[in-house]
């Protein structure tokens, strides 16, 4: 039933973007490389708040992303004593992302972690599928997202701790993997969707191993260097429901392109800053308080130069 209506989702909003861009017939007709030319710079960079967007990293670019999250603004952890959660720091991510060719790039990181897992490392992939094209071109960007991720914490002695890792080593891995389907609407407004799987090689018994999330973003840019940029994650699970006391993830922040630099001053209700912690394990509700100041920082560097 799950499959069925994130299927059912997809496929109304491809039609519904189909039928505002013309038939099938009319996309694929014949018209010069200038008349289709691939739509640029959907987004300023390759993440929102938590989101993956269709952004590539350039080939022979490196880019080194900063991500911090400080602890809650209000509710029980937040307030004054607490200095509105800047005393705490929930998770920091350190990432390099470099790109093989204008449409493929790698990346590695490290986080602290938030949740169970903590001290993790995690490696990743994106390819860019298809681009928009203007004038009657195909309407929407693709890429595909994966992630593999590793905690190298000390094992728990428990063995019926999901931290308990002494009798298999792949029980300290877990796998994302992610379909983005962005359109950039005009100069100012893009859009996207964010199909995600997720599996944890060893969770609790109560719990599943494998799990449907849906997240949608986007940027409303208001001058050529600043926008509001947002994105919002459902998991779809019985189990992870408001009365259990998990809850979806909300994040809205500023951005600001600074030449080399692109930088998100965000806030929003998620710990953890990957997607195998903050897409299973959110617990923070917006109501009660429990959103955190954060910000990204995005560096380019230039490591071998493209032959024109």
Not at 17 to 30: A, H, M, P, R
Not at 108 to 136: C, M, V
Not at 187 to 199: D, F, K, M, Q
Request: proline content about 1%; glycine content about 8%; charged content about 20%.
């Amino acid at each position: 039933m799950k499959k069925k209506f994130l299927i059912l989702l997809l496929l109304t909003l491809t039609l519904n973007v189909f039928s505002q861009e013309g038939s099938l017939s009319d996309l694929l007709n014949e018209q010069t490389p200038a008349e289709k030319s691939p739509v640029i710079a959907t987004f300023k960079t390759t993440k929102l708040i938590n989101a993956q967007t269709i952004e590539q990293i350039r080939k022979g670019e490196l880019d080194f992303r900063i991500s911090h999250r400080f602890d809650d603004m209000a509710g029980k952890a937040g307030g004054v004593q607490t200095l509105y959660g800047f005393d705490n720091v929930t998770d920091i991510r350190l990432a390099f992302d470099y790109g093989i060719t204008n449409n493929w790039c790698i990346g590695f990181a490290r986080s602290k972690g938030a949740y169970f897992h903590r001290q993790i490392l995690d490696f990743s992939s994106k390819y860019k599928l298809i681009s928009q094209r203007s004038n009657g071109g195909f309407p929407l960007t693709i890429s595909a997202f994966i992630d593999v991720g590793l905690t190298t914490m000390k094992s728990s002695d428990d063995i019926y701790s999901v931290t308990y890792f002494k009798d298999n080593f792949a029980h300290r891995m877990n796998y994302v993997g992610q379909i983005i389907i962005a359109r950039k609407i005009s100069n100012a407004i893009s859009l996207e969707v964010l199909p995600t799987y997720i599996h944890r090689n060893y969770v609790h018994y109560t719990d599943k191993n494998g799990l449907f999330a849906l997240g949608i973003g986007g940027r409303i840019k208001f001058t050529k260097r600043m926008g509001i940029v947002f994105d919002y994650f459902h998991t779809f699970d019985k189990i992870r429901t408001a009365k259990n006391g998990y809850y979806d993830n909300i994040g809205i922040g500023l951005e600001i392109e600074t030449g080399g630099h692109v930088f998100h001053l965000l806030f929003s209700n998620n710990k953890g800053l990957i997607e195998s912690q903050f897409l299973t394990e959110n617990r923070s509700n917006w109501l009660k308080g429990e959103f955190r100041l954060g910000f990204n920082i995005s560096r380019i560097f230039t490591l071998i130069k493209n032959k024109q």
